[in-house]
C-alpha cells in the first residue's frame, strides 16, 4: 500500500511521537480516525494481526502524547496489538512488510527500532520486564518513566501475578495499563474474567462511584468537632472501598500493592491522556483499568474477534475472510476430528488447552463434549499439572499445545507427569517452521527438550495417516507421550482404521544403496524426492525415543553413509538421539544431519524458510551429495 499524505494529514505529520505530541489535543480524535482507517486498509493487504491492533489505537496515540518514548519505556505484552505503535514509531512506511522475511517484524523487536523495549511473543511479560526497568531507572537514578500494557487474556497467566506481587513489595514507580477486551485469542476463560465481565458489563459501578465522589466533596469535615468522632468523610471513604471491593477488582490489586484507576473508558482518547497525565508523576505501582473493544471501529472484525484476530489479504469493504477450501485438512483439523472421534467410544478422555481452542483444532470437541473440554486461559504451566491431576484420578488427558508454548511448561512436563511417569498425551502442534511470526513461534526445540527426560515417548508422524495412528499409539500407551506435528496441511493420504502401532517400530519404505536417509516427520516428501533421484534407503522413524536400534544396525551393514532428517534444532534433535546411540555401541559410521542450524528462526512463509534453509528437496539433495563426496 502507498501511503497517500491527502488521505491521512494528520498520520503523516505524526510518524514519530515528537511529531505527534504537535497536533493538538482536539485533533486527536481525527488522528483516530486515520489510523485506524490506515491499519485497516494496510493489515488487509499484507495479511497479520488485526483485531487487537484496532481495539488500542486511541491508547497508542494517548501514550506517545504523554511519554518521552523512546526515552522512556512503553512495553507491549505479547505484540499483537504493536501495528499502531509500530506506525507511529517511524515504520508507517515499511508495515505493508510486515510478518514478511525480511519485513519488519509482527511483534515488538528490540534489533528493529529503539522504541521497542522489548523483544516479545509469549504473553504475559511485560510486567516482570517493566518492573526491572523501574527497579533500574530508580537505581540509576534516569527518572524514566515505565509503563506496560497487558491485555489479550495475558493477565490471566501466573506471571503476571507473581511480577505484581514483588511490585508491590519493592514498589518501583510503574505503570501497568489493563487493556480489558474480554478476549485472549479465543474468548477469556477463567474466574478473574468472569468477575470482570459480570460487575463491569453496565454502568452500575461508575455510576455508584461517581455519584459516591459528589457527595464526599459536599460533605463537612467533623475532624474539629468537639465530641471525639471520627472524620465522617474517614468513615465513608472506607466504606467506599469496602463496597468497592466486592464490586470491582481494585481490592485484588490493591491487595498487591498497587493503586488502581478505572475503569475507564479505552476509546476516548482525550480522557485517556489525561489520566496519564494525572498518573505519570505518581509514586509506586499504578494499575489503569480500561475497557476497550476488540476490532473496534470495523464492524466485522467487532463481530468477530477470533476470526479477525489475525487475517490474510482480504477485501475491506466487503468485510469477509476468503473461504479457501484446501484439498486436504491442517494437522489440527486431523487431531480435532480424532479426538472426536476416540472421545466417542472412551468417556475417560479428556481435553486440555492453555487458550489456544481455534488453533488447536478444538472447536468441534468443545461443542460436543463440552464437559470434557478444559480451556484453562494462557496458563501453560497449569494445564500440564492439571493434566497430571486427571491422570492420577484415572482419566486419559490429552492436553493440545503448540511447541513454542509448551517450551513454558518444562518444569511441570519432568516433575509433575514424567517423573511419576503419568499417562498424559501431549499432542503437539505447530512442531517445527511455523512462518510468519518468526523467532518466537517457531517450533524449532521439542524434539530436543524432551528427548533427554526419561520415561516419556516422542512420535513423529510424517503424514496425516501416521499422525493418527501414533495419536492413538500415544493414547494408550501407560506414560507420558508426545506426538508432534507441523502446521500446515496434510498430503491427502488415506487415512487408515484406528490401532496402536507398535512403539520403537521405524517403517522403510525404499530400499536402495550407499546412502540411507532416515526420516523424522513430515519432511518425507521431500525425502521421497531425493531418495528416488539418489537411489538411496529411506526409512521413517516414527520414534524419537525409543529409537529403532535394530533397523539403525541393520542400515550400518550396507550404506556408507546415514542421513537423520528432522525440522527441529539438530542440536539435542533426533539426529542427536542416532548419532549417541551409534557412539555408545562403539559403532563408526559417516553420518549427516540435516535439520535446523543454530539460529533462530526468522518471519517468513514455511516453504520460502525450507528453501532457505535447505529443507527443501533441491536443498536436501544438495547437503546429501556435498556430504557423501568427501566420505
Same mark, same amino acid.
Given at each position: ?28 480524535? #481525527? ?33 506517545? /502524547?504523554?511519554?518521552?518514548?523512546? /526515552?522512556?519505556?512503553? !512495553? ?13 514509531? @517511524?515504520?508507517?512506511?515499511?508495515? %505493508? ?17 529503539? /522504541? ?24 540509576? =537514578? ?14 490471566? &497467566? ?6 505484581? $506481587? ?21 474468548? =477469556? ?67 498487591? @500493592? ?27 505501582? #499504578? ?56 472421545? +466417542? ?6 481435553? !486440555?488447552?492453555? &487458550?489456544?481452542?481455534?488453533? %488447536? ?30 491422570? !492420577? ?13 509448551? #517450551?513454558?511448561? /518444562? *518444569? #511441570? ?7 511419576? $511417569? ?13 512462518? %510468519? ?56 493420504? +488415506? ?8 512403539? @520403537?517400530?521405524? =517403517? ?40 529403532? +536400534? ?48 543454530? *539460529? ?8 520460502? !524458510? ?10 536436501? +539433495? ?7 563426496? &568427501?566420505?
Amino acid at each position: 500500500m502507498v501511503f497517500d499524505p491527502n488521505k491521512y494529514p494528520l498520520l503523516a505529520n505524526a510518524k514519530y511521537p515528537d511529531a505527534l505530541k504537535k497536533i493538538p489535543i482536539d485533533s486527536l480524535n #481525527q488522528l483516530s480516525d486515520e489510523l485506524r482507517d490506515f491499519l485497516l486498509h494496510s493489515v488487509s493487504r499484507s495479511s497479520g494481526h488485526f483485531a487487537s491492533g484496532l481495539g488500542v489505537v486511541e491508547l497508542t496515540i494517548a501514550l506517545h /502524547y504523554v511519554y518521552n518514548t523512546p /526515552y522512556d519505556y512503553l !512495553i507491549w505484552d505479547v505484540g499483537h496489538q504493536a501495528y499502531p505503535h509500530k506506525i507511529l514509531t @517511524g515504520r508507517l512506511d515499511k508495515i %505493508s512488510s510486515i510478518r514478511k522475511k525480511e519485513g519488519i517484524h509482527p511483534f515488538p523487536w528490540r534489533e528493529e527500532s529503539e /522504541y521497542d523495549v522489548l523483544s516479545v511473543g509469549h504473553s504475559s511479560t511485560s510486567i516482570s520486564a517493566a518492573v526491572g526497568l523501574a527497579i533500574a531507572s530508580r537505581k540509576l =537514578n534516569t527518572n524514566k518513566k515505565t509503563v506496560c500494557v497487558i491485555g489479550d487474556g495475558a493477565i490471566t &497467566a501466573g506471571m503476571a501475578f507473581e511480577a505484581m $506481587n514483588h511490585a508491590g513489595d519493592i514498589k518501583p514507580d510503574m505503570l501497568v495499563i489493563l487493556n480489558d477486551n474480554e478476549m485472549s485469542i479465543s474468548e =477469556n476463560v477463567g474466574a478473574l474474567n468472569n468477575h470482570l465481565a459480570k460487575l463491569l458489563s453496565g454502568d452500575l459501578y461508575s455510576r455508584l462511584r461517581e455519584s459516591g465522589k459528589k457527595v464526599l466533596d459536599t460533605l463537612p469535615d467533623l475532624s474539629d468537632s468537639p465530641v471525639p468522632l471520627p472524620p465522617l468523610k474517614h468513615i465513608i471513604k472506607k466504606t467506599e472501598e469496602h463496597v468497592k471491593g466486592m464490586v470491582v477488582p481494585s481490592a485484588l490489586f490493591e491487595e498487591l @500493592g498497587f493503586h488502581y484507576t478505572g475503569p475507564i473508558d479505552g476509546h476516548n482518547v482525550e480522557l485517556l491522556v489525561s489520566t496519564l497525565r494525572s498518573l505519570k508523576e505518581k509514586k509506586g505501582p #499504578q494499575l489503569l483499568h480500561i475497557m476497550t473493544k476488540k476490532g473496534k471501529g470495523y464492524a466485522p472484525a467487532e463481530n468477530d474477534p477470533i476470526r479477525f484476530h489475525a487475517v490474510p489479504q482480504f477485501n475491506p469493504y466487503e468485510g469477509l475472510l476468503p473461504k479457501t477450501k484446501p484439498k486436504t485438512k491442517t494437522y489440527s483439523e486431523i487431531f480435532g476430528d480424532w479426538l472426536c472421534e476416540v472421545a +466417542e467410544k472412551d468417556k475417560s478422555i479428556m481435553a !486440555i488447552t492453555p &487458550a489456544m481452542r481455534e488453533g %488447536s483444532g478444538l472447536v468441534r470437541f468443545s461443542e460436543q463434549f463440552k464437559d470434557r473440554y478444559f480451556d484453562v486461559a494462557i496458563a501453560e504451566q497449569h494445564s500440564v499439572t492439571f493434566a497430571a491431576g486427571l491422570a !492420577i484420578a484415572g482419566l486419559k488427558p490429552v492436553v493440545a499445545i503448540y511447541s513454542t508454548f509448551l #517450551q513454558r511448561a /518444562y *518444569d #511441570q512436563v519432568i516433575h509433575d507427569v514424567a517423573i511419576q $511417569n503419568l499417562p498424559v498425551l501431549f499432542a503437539i502442534d505447530r512442531g517445527g517452521i511455523v512462518g %510468519s511470526d518468526g523467532q518466537t513461534h517457531q517450533g524449532a526445540f521439542d524434539l530436543s527438550f524432551l528427548r533427554c527426560i526419561p520415561n516419556i515417548v516422542i512420535m513423529t508422524p510424517s503424514d496425516e495417516n501416521e499422525c493418527r495412528l501414533l495419536l492413538q499409539t500415544g493414547l494408550y500407551h501407560n506414560g507420558p507421550a508426545a506426538v508432534r506435528y507441523p502446521r500446515g496441511n496434510g498430503l491427502g493420504v +488415506e487415512l487408515a482404521p484406528l490401532a496402536p502401532l507398535e512403539i @520403537g517400530k521405524a =517403517n522403510k519404505i525404499r530400499s536402495g544403496k550407499k546412502i540411507a536417509i532416515l526420516n523424522f516427520g513430515t519432511l518425507k516428501s521431500q525425502a521421497m524426492v531425493v531418495a528416488d533421484k539418489l537411489d538411496a534407503t529411506l526409512v521413517d522413524m516414527r520414534f524419537v525415543k525409543p529409537l529403532d +536400534e535394530s533397523c539403525i544396525i541393520d542400515l550400518l551393514n550396507d550404506h556408507l553413509l546415514l542421513v537423520t532428517l528432522e525440522e527441529n534444532a539438530i542440536a539435542g534433535g533426533a539426529g542427536s538421539a542416532v548419532s549417541e546411540f551409534l557412539h555408545s555401541q562403539n559403532f563408526h559410521t559417516s553420518i549427516l544431519h540435516i535439520g535446523l542450524t543454530d *539460529d533462530f528462526v526468522p518471519p517468513g512463509e514455511q516453504d520460502e !524458510i525450507r528453501q532457505m534453509l535447505g529443507l527443501d528437496a533441491k536443498g536436501i +539433495e544438495l547437503k546429501i551429495v556435498a556430504a557423501f563426496n &568427501a566420505l
